[in-house]
């Protein structure tokens, strides 16, 4: 078995439009090192050849996995890009490791969606679920183990003892917030606001004040955050939940006014 060698080139727009990820994230992935494009093509766009997409497929993989950018990038660097003689044996050899994981998570959804459908039935019978079953399939570590390696674990630490603090009814008054500031944005999106428009910047004060509840972030790490919602598909699946390009919109809302709501 022999590598690809493939001379192909895939453009920005193109390698966006076949993946969904944005030309945002590939610049970023390009600054961080873990994502170089081919070339660039005479137009002055990047270029990407088969093994870069390959390459892309493999940190979407992870990404679904819920591994952080910074280990995704030390994974794929670790393993190399395969021998000389055989790197498409190395690749699958990667991807069947990644592909075991997938089903792994794919199983843990499956326990998930049982527990919810059982918990329905308890409800809709009129009887009580034994406690031990009200949970089984979530694994509340991995996310944690996530948000420990973006974050830090002071930042973690504090969030936690913040969220704990808080009474029964604070807790339900700051998911109001969040769904008030989400449901403001997306009429504003709908009615084609732009971004810079001092609705929205009011928006923006109150969503990083909503944060800041658990954790207060300066005006770079706010634009980090705000990035993350577009670039990790659960976010982004979240805003774009309550409106189509929500995320998109709340991201780039926040670039506009991150210094001024943060006093950066």
Known sequence: MTGTTSTERWTTAEVVRLSGVTSRALRHYDAIGLLRPAGTAPGGQREYGRSELLRLQQVLVLRE?????AAIGEILDAAGPGTAAD?????????????????????????LARTVAATIESLEGGTDMPAEQMYEGFDHRRHEAEARERWGDEAVDRST????????????????EGEAVSAGLAALLAAGTPVGDPAVRDLVARHHAWVALFWTPDAAAYRDLAAMYVEDPRFAATYDAVAPGLAVYLRDAVDAHAD???GG
Do not use: K
């Open 65 to 69: 996995l819920g591994v952080g950018l």
């Open 87 to 111: 790197p498409d044996r190395a690749r699958a050899d990667r991807l069947r490791e990644h592909h075991a994981a997938l089903l792994a998570e794919r199983d843990r959804l499956d326990r």
């Open 161 to 176: 003892r913040a969220w704990e603090d808080l009474t029964v009814d604070e807790r339900e008054a700051h998911r109001r």
């Open 260 to 262: 001024a709501v943060t």
